[in-house]
Structures are given as structure tokens and as C-alpha cells.
């Protein structure tokens, strides 16, 4: 099974940017990925998900147009931009990985997971 690290998480204020990233140990350029969040008191959600190949990419409505995700398979890496932060992104941002290379917004889709990183976006 793959092992996940996040990283790039932190303090914030609103409106601006931080790039999460997701290395992977193991397989990798074959499975799709994923950035799910979990707030306090929330069920986690879906946030963006990138193909095997990194030619499709599927994002959750409330983060569409601010955040990117991107993968460099050569370096067993996903990444997560975030820009205009908003207060409401604040949650526990993790990483995962599918067991196919089609996206997926599922989390039931999804076999590996990481420790998650911190975000907070002050207002």
C-alpha cells in the first residue's frame, strides 16, 4: 500500500494562497488522486481530484476557479493550489489516492490516505 506525506499546510489570511503538496511512496503515476478537507464538527468533503495521467481534473463547486490541482508523476508527487483563501477553507486538508486511474469525488473510491496537513485562513 502507498504511503502518503502532506505538506504546505499553515496560518493564512483571507485571500491569500498556499500550495499544498502530497508525495507518495510506492505506486503512483498509474492512480488517480484526490484532496479531500475535514472542518471541525464537518463530515469530510470532496475537494479536487486528478486522473492517472493528469489529463482530467474535477474540482468540488466551492473551490472551483481558486484552486488547482496538479501532478508530477516523475516525482510521485500531487499538488494543491489554493488561491483567494477564504475563511471557510479552513480544515484539515488530506491526500488520497484511488486504486483505478479515473477520477473519482468518492471517498468510498479511494484505498490510501495521508495524516493530512492544518489549514487556517484568518479573516
Known amino acids: 500500500q502507498v504511503q502518503l506525506v502532506e505538506s504546505g499546510g499553515g496560518l493564512v489570511q483571507a485571500g491569500g494562497s498556499l500550495r499544498l503538496s502530497c508525495a507518495a511512496s510506492g505506486r503512483f503515476s498509474t492512480y488517480a488522486m484526490g484532496w479531500f478537507r475535514q472542518a471541525p464538527g464537518k463530515e469530510r468533503e470532496f475537494v479536487a481530484t486528478?486522473?492517472?495521467?493528469?489529463?482530467?481534473?474535477y474540482y468540488a463547486d466551492s473551490v472551483k476557479g481558486r484552486f488547482t490541482i496538479s501532478r508530477e508523476n516523475a516525482k510521485n508527487t500531487v499538488f494543491l493550489q489554493m488561491n483567494s483563501l477564504k475563511p471557510e477553507d479552513t480544515a484539515v486538508y488530506y491526500c488520497a489516492q484511488t486504486n483505478r486511474a479515473a477520477i473519482s469525488e468518492r471517498p468510498n473510491d479511494y484505498n490510501s490516505w495521508g495524516q493530512g496537513t492544518q489549514v487556517t485562513v484568518s479573516s
Open positions: 486528478i486522473s492517472g495521467s493528469g489529463g482530467t481534473r
